[in-house]
């Protein structure tokens, strides 16, 4: 049996529509994300690769990869030892499925509710900053948040 291993980007986070999103490249095995290689501010994906710019690391992206695939795993394996004791007439395969549908539901939850990955304002515009953005794409961040315009040539608001 052939395991897949090497690098591949995970844990998107911090997404502005539009515009960018962030990605943390890991080494994997099996697509395990093991080792954080770097993250990315990436405003475009190219087949496999992304195009971009390297930031610090985010522990936000690395949180989301490792626990999308725990959960991923766990639901997974639950739902398989509950059906397989369900069949066998045990009747110990209700704990299982429960927590095999816990963990399939907070995969979902990481996976697809873009509030969890959504950028605020304030961190869009250390992003945009870091991309090196123009005073016109600043602008077009600002209007997507319904934000006024900046006018300190790229200088990002006060967090709040």
């Known amino acids: 049996m052939l395991i897949p291993y090497g690098t591949n980007f995970q844990g ?5 529509p539009g515009f960018f999103w962030v990605e943390t490249k890991f080494y994997h095995i ?3 994300p093991l080792v954080p290689l770097g993250t990315w501010a ?4 190219i087949g496999n690769g992304r195009q971009g710019v390297k930031i610090p690391l985010s522990l936000k ?4 990869a490792w626990i999308a695939y725990l959960s991923l795993v766990v639901g997974l394996i639950g739902l ?11 009747a110990h395969w209700l704990p299982c ?8 539901v907070i995969w979902l939850i990481v996976k697809y509710v873009r509030l969890l990955r959504r950028a605020s304002y304030g961190r869009a515009c250390e992003i945009a900053k870091q991309l090196q953005m123009t005073p016109d794409g600043l602008s077009r961040l600002a209007a997507a948040y319904g934000q006024p315009a900046p006018t300190n040539r790229g200088a990002a608001p006060p967090r709040r």
């Open 12 to 16: 998107s986070v911090d997404e502005a």
């Open 30 to 32: 099996g697509f395990l």
């Open 42 to 45: 990436v405003t475009q994906r």
């Open 61 to 64: 992206s690395i949180l989301m």
């Open 80 to 90: 398989c030892i509950a059906l397989s004791q369900y069949l066998a007439s045990d």
């Open 97 to 104: 499925a429960i927590t095999g549908g816990i963990a399939a």
